[in-house]
């Protein structure tokens, strides 16, 4: 949309008189203060059930559109109920663990229950916990390929680390499922205190990354690429990096892909025209009410790889910094407590 | 013919009697000595008219046929005439000293009015003429045509004198009698005038008025030749906008205006341009500077059939919707239907935008041309020989040198040109048999900073041939063939590559029309489209595309038509024009179709396996019957009430994946999945002028239901995809409004107003929970001032105002966080939001041509400043998620500033 925008610009631009002004739309009523509440349950062992609650903020994101609710509630479809305890502003968190007496179980359907302090309450469908088909392989290469240069805005040809997988799409009851893969990494750098770090991040926060079982006719994905990661300093000293996938119903996917449409939507010609995103959430004591997010239920397959910085070509470590130029965790990692830890994970190898 | 009692037939033997005996001794007394061979009625009466002091009036097509070989001694004008007429159902008898009136028997029985006898008293003994010469005065018929009441029917034709095109809606009008009308599509007009000496009033915009005095003596025909005026910017001229045509018609929601009074309109960039102004007129609007094409009553782009000649186009627009795809020099006249569409028409719901070029001068060759700031046109027309007109034009832009000048890398990596070209040869073999070849292409080709792009060309091919049969059976042929290229480009990065659409057809069409003397005219005709589609064809372009090329298969259909219409007077007051359309449309193979498990509700969840139909192979057929009526009841001569309903139905739609239509939007025909569009069409209107037909009002309302029309799902994947069904979504719309137009057609200050609510709006199950929503082009409120100051026939200044609502968009209100840290954009449903509204003053001044039609080399000038106050009104919103990883509501004012503009028009003859 934005190059058709600017496209439409050109006649204007022939005459250096066209105009781009931001523009204040009255917002219905129905959006203000519209709540917008995520979560998923994971079985595992534990599982997992993680739930956040935000309103719909307007374009400027502050920190306080993260709502504490009066009560968050995990039920399933026997009315058995769970309370989800605060985890941080807006989030709620839970680990179920076996026999205790909360059966998180494929086939199974779950929901969440919200209830705010300002009396709104919502409450999601119940969605059927799907079974995940395992990775038979994760690997990475280096390959190199042509990309653009940020800085240069150029065409360069680049070291990349591609990702592979070989998975079935057959989940348990031999059904095909929807695939989707989020992509963590860990990352080792010492800092000019000499202090070891392990840093845990997204790879790339931008990425959706998902199969819709609908549009492929195979029951199984072979030297699937599922991402492409651009070599970095970070990795100078190692990096794990993680595939997580997780099966999704055929609400979920569409949800995804929709999210996936709307936010990496850059502007060419050729990608679908925006919409409302679909949600399986409605606010029980106010039918007309708004209320986006989706709620899901799934499970997880986690591989990892080693990126090993050897065959990498890279000089530069991420600390010690520059002068007035590099990360302030060069000066003491542990001061940047989320993310970063001295603490060396049980599967790093060396 | 006037029926009478015996008595009165009696009375009338009686008086003709003794007429005869008083007046005709001379007549009576001549006696004839000649010897003709073969020779034919006609002429021996001509010959013994002007050899003998006899006056003959008679109808030549009542004389007898036979050619006489016969011999006359001594014989009287009685006897020689009753040889004459021998075996005839003709009589004879004389008037005054030498008049001799020849009758059918029955004729002669009637009773005749004293305006009769008036007018026979006057034209016996003067010279029977039908003199063109405007110094003299002129006679008109003869008596023996005349009616009991003393009235004579008098037919004829307006053409243009320069090119002999026939002008459409001219006032035809007797001074101080009831006698008038307004010209047809032929030029041709019919009225009914008390015999004497009467005074003719012929008007018509951008022409001198013709007035003219005439004897009336009986029944007769009158072609005349109207000149244009000397003062004015427009050579040529358009529409039917004829004194109280509004109040006359039957048609209802005609939009009209002449070309004279587009090129006064203050126009972008100074390009006089048809399209722009139309928006002008109530009912009619579009979505702002930048958008393609224009909107009828609600009704979306490719609801307007947009016809030159007899070919229809598929882009209007040139620039974007900056220019539109006509040039006004090469125009000879445009309607606009944008209530009941006559049958001869059909394709589309919503209007019919009818354009007709004109032949070239017959007389003179001549050049003409204009400058702007990023365009220019320049035409050639003239004759051949006596029987051969030949018209150019051209119009190009030089957007690109001006691009190059400005020194913005972005500015001067983009392009934009466009041209058009047009070519009319009219050959006239006889006064019967005329025939037209003319052609038409264009191209343009648009590219921002080297990333995208859009190109689109017209070629077409227009061959027609008309032939009279007889005064009152015209025949009309054509055949067209037309070629529509369309792409859109990504010009760089991995998405690099071009989609194509295309469109050939190949159009034949028939019509024949029949009037009588009664005013019943009858229309018949069919018409045939034979489609070929290249739906799309995906290629990648650029060395770091990763764009897998993809191709689908070619589409044909086809679509037939037969028609009827009559148009029937009832007394003076009730005009009742009705007719039917009955459409038929084939979508044919070769080509495979997908099957689904739910085929009302085709999805990619319910896909099965496709059927693969061979060439020829009907995959699916529709018929549609589709009634046209149209009511005017005339009040009083300046009061009228008219109502309209049509039946609508379209074979071919455009797919838009915005909610701003571009030129590459996917044509796509109707299939086994995508059923055919179609409407019910109702109006109904009350028009009164006023001060002669100076000052003309109207207000109409209508209303649209649409049963069946399409819009995307939510997220749709709409381009090269060969189950197109599993993106869209059908449902109906409505549509409904009224219109009011105010407008002082001459004067020193003129002008008007027109005024529209409106809306128009869709319900489509999957789309807004199943609830009614705005359609893209609906605008509830529309509002257009036009005033002109003209202080003479040179000078004209004119201001126009402009408001519109702005338009409804789908557009984000809000973000949310995800737990991975993406910003997720939430949108409104579909169309929830308006733009903000549309308005601009736009100022004209206009220096006309000398007043010395003769000079050689004549020039015109338009200085005109658009949106004077520099209203940054709004094309688009978009929102911009690049950055600081927040998102923006933006809206991009298109003309953002005042944008002066001035054109330079020449003649050389």
């Known amino acids: 949309m934005t190059k058709l925008i600017a496209f439409t610009s050109i006649a204007p631009v022939l005459l250096l008189c066209a105009c781009l002004d931001e523009v204040e739309f009255d917002v219905p009523n129905e959006f203000q203060n519209t709540v917008v509440i995520n979560g998923k349950i994971v079985k595992g062992n534990p599982s997992t059930v993680e739930v956040t609650v935000q309103n719909l903020f307007d374009f400027a994101f502050t920190g306080e559109s993260f709502l504490n609710a009066q009560s968050v509630q995990l039920f399933d479809e026997n009315g058995h109920k769970l309370n989800l305890p605060v985890k941080g502003p807006g989030t709620y968190e839970l680990k179920i663990y076996p026999n205790s007496g909360f059966d998180v179980e494929i086939g199974n359907s779950y929901g969440i229950e919200v209830k705010l302090f300002s009396g709104q309450s919502f409450e999601s469908e119940l969605a059927e916990l799907v079974g995940v088909p395992k990775m038979q392989k994760l690997e990475s290469r280096l390959v190199n390929k042509e990309i653009i240069n940020f800085v240069s805005e150029e065409l360069e040809v680049q070291p990349v680390i591609e990702y592979i997988v070989n998975t079935s799409l057959l989940s348990d009851g031999l059904e095909r499922t929807n695939l989707k893969w989020d992509f963590n990494r860990t990352y080792k750098f010492t800092d000019d205190s000499s202090h070891v770090c392990y840093v845990t991040t997204v790879v790339d926060a931008d990425l959706i990354e998902s199969v819709n079982e609908s549009q492929i006719t195979s029951s199984s994905l072979d030297d699937y690429l599922i991402l492409e990661q651009r070599i970095s300093q970070q990795m100078v000293e190692g990096q794990y990096t993680f595939v997580i996938q997780e099966a999704l119903d055929e609400n979920a996917i569409i949800f995804w892909e929709q999210v996936r449409a709307l936010s990496t939507n850059n502007g060419t010609f050729y990608e679908p025209p925006p919409g409302q995103l679909i949600t399986n959430l409605k606010q029980s004591n106010d039918t007309e009410g708004s209320v986006f997010g989706f709620f899901y239920a799934t499970e997880h397959d986690t591989l990892k790889v080693y990126v090993d910085s050897t065959f990498i070509d890279l000089s530069i470590p991420v600390c010690p910094r520059p002068p007035r130029a590099g990360p302030p965790v060069c000066d003491e990692c542990c001061s940047c407590p989320r993310f970063f830890s001295t603490i060396k994970p049980s599967y790093w190898i060396n | ?909």
């Not at chain 2, 997220?715 to 409904?736: D, I, K, P, Q």
């Open chain 2, 1 to 909: 013919m006037i029926k009478l009692s015996k008595t009165l037939i009696v009375f009338l033997l009686i008086s003709i009697g003794f007429a005869t005996i008083s007046y005709s001794q001379e007549a009576q007394q001549t006696l004839i000595t000649e010897n003709f061979s073969n020779q034919s009625c006609k002429a021996i009466l001509s010959q013994l008219q002007d050899k003998y002091r006899v006056r003959f009036f008679f109808k030549e097509s009542e004389l007898p046929k036979r050619m006489f070989d016969i011999q006359f001694t001594d014989q009287s004008v009685d006897d020689v005439l009753d040889q004459l007429l021998l075996n005839s159902s003709l009589g004879h008898y004389s008037y005054r000293e030498n008049g001799i009136i020849i009758l059918p028997v029955v004729d002669m029985e009637t009773e005749y009015s004293a305006e009769y006898y008036a007018a026979l008293d006057k034209s016996v003994g003067e010279p029977q003429s039908t003199s063109t010469s405007q110094t003299q005065l002129v006679s008109i018929g003869n008596i023996s045509t005349l009616d009991a009441s003393g009235s004579a029917i008098v037919t004829g034709r307006i053409i243009d004198d320069q090119t002999d095109e026939p002008i459409i809606g001219a006032t035809v009008r007797w001074v101080n009698t009831d006698g008038a009308d307004v010209t047809d599509f032929d030029g041709n007009f019919k009225t009914q005038v008390p015999s004497g000496s009467r005074e003719l009033l012929v008007e018509y915009i951008g022409y001198q008025n013709l007035i003219q005095v005439y004897d009336v003596k009986g029944n007769g025909q009158l072609d005349l030749r109207l000149e244009k005026e000397a003062v004015g910017l427009d050579e040529v001229t358009i529409t039917a906008q004829a004194a109280n045509s509004n109040v006359e018609k039957a048609q209802i929601g005609v939009a009209t205006l002449s070309v004279a009074e587009i090129k006064k309109l203050p126009a972008f960039m100074g390009e006089a341009d048809i399209v722009k102004s139309l928006l002008l007129q109530p009912g009619v609007s579009s979505l702002g500077e930048g958008a393609s094409g224009f909107n009828v009553r609600g009704g979306d782009v490719d609801q307007n059939l947009v016809m030159q000649d007899e070919a229809f186009f598929f882009n209007s627009s040139h620039a974007l919707g900056f220019f539109s795809a006509f040039n006004a020099d090469m125009v000879s006249s445009v309607d606009l239907y944008k209530g009941n569409i006559p049958s001869k028409f059909g394709g589309r719901l919503a209007s019919v935008m009818d354009v007709k070029l004109k032949n070239g001068n017959n007389k003179r060759w001549r050049l003409k041309g204009g400058a702007g700031l990023v365009s220019s046109r320049i035409g050639l027309d003239g004759p051949i020989g006596d029987k051969i007109t030949v018209n150019t034009g051209f119009r190009s832009s030089y957007a690109d040198w001006v691009l190059n000048l400005i020194d913005i890398p972005e500015v001067q990596n983009s392009s934009a040109f466009f041209y058009d070209a047009n070519v009319r040869i009219n050959m006239r073999f006889n006064e019967k048999n005329n025939l037209t070849l003319s052609g038409y292409s264009s191209s343009d080709d648009f590219v921002y900073n080297n990333e995208f792009g859009f190109d689109y060309s017209t070629l077409i091919g227009n061959l027609s041939y008309n032939t009279t049969f007889s005064d009152n059976i015209l025949n009309k042929f054509s055949a067209v063939y037309s070629q529509y290229k369309s792409s859109q480009s990504q010009l760089t990065g991995f998405e690099g590559a071009r989609i194509g659409n295309d469109i050939n057809y190949v159009k034949l069409k028939d019509e024949l029309s029949i009037t009588n003397s009664n005013e019943l005219r009858i229309d018949v005709g069919g018409s045939a489209i034979y489609y070929f589609m290249k739906p799309g064809v995906r290629t990648s372009l650029g060395d770091m595309s990763t764009v897998i090329p993809k191709s689908l298969e070619d589409e044909q259909g086809l679509e037939a038509a037969a028609f009827a219409n009559i148009e029937l007077p009832i007394g003076d007051a009730l005009l009742i024009t009705g007719g039917v359309r009955l459409s038929y449309y084939q979508y044919l193979g070769a080509k495979s179709v997908f099957q689904y498990t739910d085929p009302i509700n085709p999805t990619l969840a319910t896909i099965g396996e496709p059927i693969q139909y061979g060439d020829g192979d009907v995959i699916a057929s529709y018929f549609t019957p589709e009634p046209r009526l149209s009511l005017r009841l005339k009040l009083t001569d300046d009061i009228s009430i008219k109502t309209g309903y049509s039946r609508t139905a379209q074979y071919i739609n455009q797919i838009f994946n915005s909610d701003s239509p571009t030129p590459s939007s996917q044509w796509q025909l109707s299939t086994e999945y995508l059923k055919p569009q179609t409407s019910h069409n109702l109006s109904i209107g009350y028009f009164h002028n006023f001060a002669d037909n100076n000052w003309e009002t109207s207000f109409e309302v209508y209303g649209r239901q649409i049963d069946q029309l399409y819009d995307y799902r939510d997220f749709a994947n709409l381009f090269v995809n060969e189950h197109l069904e599993t993106e869209l979504l059908s449902g109906e719309g409505r549509s409904y409004g009224a219109e009011l137009s105010i407008k002082k057609k001459k004067g020193t200050y003129n002008g008007w107003l027109s005024y529209t609510y409106s809306r128009a709006e869709r319900l489509i199950d999957g789309i807004n929970d199943g609830n009614y929503y705005p359609s893209n082009f609906d605008k509830p409120h529309d509002l257009s001032l036009v005033l002109n100051y003209q202080p003479n026939k040179r000078n004209t200044f004119t201001v126009n105002f402009n408001y519109g609502t702005g338009r409804p968009t789908t557009a984000p209100v809000g973000n949310f966080l995800t737990k991975t840290g993406l910003f997720v954009p939430i949108y409104t449903e579909r169309n929830q939001l308006r733009i903000p509204d549309y308005h601009r003053i736009d100022v004209a001044y206009t220096l006309g041509k000398g007043w010395k039609k003769d000079k050689r080399f004549q020039s015109s000038w338009t200085l005109s400043v658009y949106n004077i106050y520099g209203r940054r009104n709004a094309f688009s919103v978009y929102y911009d998620n690049t950055g600081a990883r927040k998102a923006i509501a933006n809206k991009l004012s298109i003309l953002g500033y005042a944008f002066p503009a001035i054109t330079f028009n020449f003649e050389i003859i």
